[in-house]
């Protein structure tokens, strides 16, 4: 990353006294809300070229980055009892979270048991990058159903262009060999993938590895946006060569679309898909970016600060510490609150006439540092990317979204597209032959 953050000196790591439950809860919380523990902050073994966290250690001078126990239990409790709903995710990340070592999580699930009201339900989830998992960690994911998060860019050839250890060396062997060690114990996994220069022009190679070669059933999609300045709007602002393209991303996005569609609708499940698929349904997306609004999913550092997003760990967007302020009180402050609406409340105008704002939505923030053609500030650089996409899923999502509210499945729209006659307008409305556009989904000929 190109800017160094300012460093934050207000509040060292380490216990501190444990603010109670507001009672009456703030009017303005958020009855639900995500957060994203960081209990080494940012300390990764590898040191991926695109990773924006490793520029964060800068944050906190001459910090060990690690969770105390004093805070871990803060965080658990008020966690738990801030959370309305049944159900509770308790979420990890990094950094690389498994250098805290497994019976620091091993304290933490016992916590979720001494603090779990009675028929509330707590998931666990974890990102890591895999290479330091062993059985110990797998027996734990296991015993506990954790779902992991695998950190892969594709086959070695495009997983090893960026993501690498401290040496330079290539790192997909051993993140396979922490993949089989998942898959050993019956450890349900997702993939998380990002996307970049290296493997923007490849979208079936990556998504067929995962889903043929892994038997991935989850697939996450993140594009790389790195900028060289990122201090505001500059003019001639550019990004960094390993960032995807936003043309690159868009057809990404689509090829991936088209071969899901024609055959996996309902076996592999990617959260782009899922999210325009509620947004077609009128439903609030599953995905905070494509939300007209966002400020629900907050990020908790490793001594107790609370950041308005993990893409926002940043002096500007610390909203305060959990040992001095309640998270619920955090979440409802109007430091957060407004975080969340400027979302919608800085769109510009060429966003707000955008036939495919409903499903878009700006995406992003954090992306938001480009120009309209009529010269507004705050478009989304991944803008035309996002434009192709989902103007190309128009029709098979109609589609979906009529099979579901109809009582049926999303799947249906596979049988749809089988059956479409060869040379019949393609069902998914590009005007093309069906031969010529998802022929992918026709069944195979004798
Ligand atoms: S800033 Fe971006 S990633 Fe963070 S909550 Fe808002 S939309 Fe989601
Ligand atoms: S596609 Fe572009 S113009 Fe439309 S809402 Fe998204 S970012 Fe805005």
Known sequence: MASTPVAITSKPAGPGPDPALPSPRPPTAPRSFHVLAKPSGPICNLDCEYCFFLSKEALYPGDRFRMSDALLDTYIRQTLESET???????????????????????ALVLVEQYRRPGQQVSHTIQTNGTLLTDAWCELFAEHDFLVGISLDGPAHLHDAYRVDKKGQPTFDRVIRGLDLLKAHGVAFNVLCTVNAANQDHPLDVYRFFRDDLGAEHIQLIPIVERQNETGFQEGDTVTSRSVDPDAWGRFLIAVFDEWVSRDVGTVFLPHHDAALASWMGLPPSLCIFGETCGNAVALEHNGDLYSCDHFVEPAHLVGNITETHMVELLASPQQRAFGAAKRDTLPKYCLECRVRFACNGECPKNRFTRTPDGEDGLNYLCPGYFAFFTHIDGLMRIMADRVRGGGYADEVRGILAHAGRNEPCPCGSGRKTKHCHREARPVEP
């Open 85 to 107: 709903g049944p159900e509770v995710v308790i979420a990890w990340q990094g950094g690389e979270p498994t250098l805290m070592g497994v019976d620091f999580f091993r304290r």
